[in-house]
């Protein structure tokens, strides 16, 4: 009787293993997405306004899909495999209509670890040329690494890195069952590989991270006044509808557009003259009047290092 224990327990300790191996977990999953429809064809889901955890499983940015004659289109692929097939079964609900092509709008972590799973389904990859550089790069590699850590089981060993299979290098216009996707290259903005998409039957565009709503933006290493010169193109574009890469769309970009160029101009604003003085950054930081913005999600996670960022993209360019 010891030794059959014994083995029933070796047997659940592996199918337990496998099971984190792959990407499950024997507690409960609480993490929903729940489509919401902005236009006639077009339909989003919502990240949480929070930083990336194994609780939320790195669902922490939006992404959307078109249903066309000819298929759906989605953009972006949210940021862990899981994610991605939930996504999936949501599209199922929705139509018949298989995925045909999915455009990246840049890649970071929250917005390309489910691509994996829109590959596995046959949907043809789209992103803007400087991915090919992050691919590549250190920072992508050591990102995942953690990544595997910080998301388990989400993201595990089996989370890869999707090159796409179409690499945009200016701006392009797909056409998917007689429905136009304007692709323009916005970037270096928010990240160097900066896409973002416009559906004009639909009146909507995807904005990826140039726009955030809701929360404190993530400016990263981001290029600003790159960043602000997009925001232009936005507005010239005059959408009905703007679907953010984090935060709930908006049916009045210019608003909301206001605000995501407030938020860099001011930390422009806050930082350009210690920055080009080589005055401490600290100074800087302490004598700025974050009051607009302190009571905002994500402030005490992200503004220091924005402001830091920006402080030293200043005195680089």
């Known amino acids: 009787m010891h030794c059959f224990k014994s083995l029933v327990g070796i047997l659940l300790g592996s199918l337990v293993s496998f099971s984190i191996a792959f990407g499950q977990s024997n507690t409960p999953d609480s993490v929903l997405l729940k489509p919401v429809q902005v236009a006639p064809h077009t339909y989003f889901v919502q990240g949480f306004p929070e930083m990336g955890s194994s609780a939320n499983q790195n669902f922490i940015s939006n992404a959307g899909f078109v249903v066309t004659p000819g298929g759906v289109v989605v953009v972006d692929a949210l940021g862990s495999p899981i994610l991605a097939q939930k996504l999936i079964a949501e599209i199922k609900k929705i139509t ?62 089996n989370t890869k890195l999707i090159s796409a299979d179409v690499w945009i290098d200016q701006k392009s216009k797909l056409t998917i ?43 990263g290493n981001a290029d600003s006044k790159g960043w602000l010169a997009a925001l232009d193109e936005i507005e010239k574009l005059n959408p009905n509808i703007v679907i953010p890469g984090h935060g709930g769309y908006s049916v009045n970009p210019t608003e909301d557009i206001a605000f995501t160029r407030g938020y860099l101009k001011y930390l422009r604003e806050s930082m350009s003259k210690a920055a080009i003085n080589l005055d401490p950054f600290e100074d800087a930081y302490k004598q700025a009047d ?24 200043i005195q680089a360019e």
């Open 177 to 219: 069952g007689g429905i136009d996707f304007f692709i323009s290259r916005v970037g270096p903005a928010h990240a160097p590989e900066d896409l973002m998409v416009y559906v004009p039957s639909e009146k909507v565009l995807f904005a990826g991270d140039l726009v955030f709503r809701g929360r404190i933006p993530f400016v």
């Open 96 to 157: 018949p209509q298989k995925v045909v092509a999915i455009i990246v709008s840049h890649y970071h972590a929250d917005h390309v670890y489910g691509l994996q799973e829109f590959k596995k389904i046959g949907a043809k990859i789209y992103a803007q040329g400087e991915g090919r550089n992050y691919l590549s790069s250190e920072t992508a590699k050591q990102r995942l690494i953690a990544s595997r850590i910080d998301f388990a089981p989400w993201v595990n060993a």
């Open 290 to 313: 974050w009051s607009e913005y302190e009571g905002m999600p994500l402030f005490r996670a992200a503004n220091r290092m924005n402001a830091y960022n920006v402080y030293l993209s």
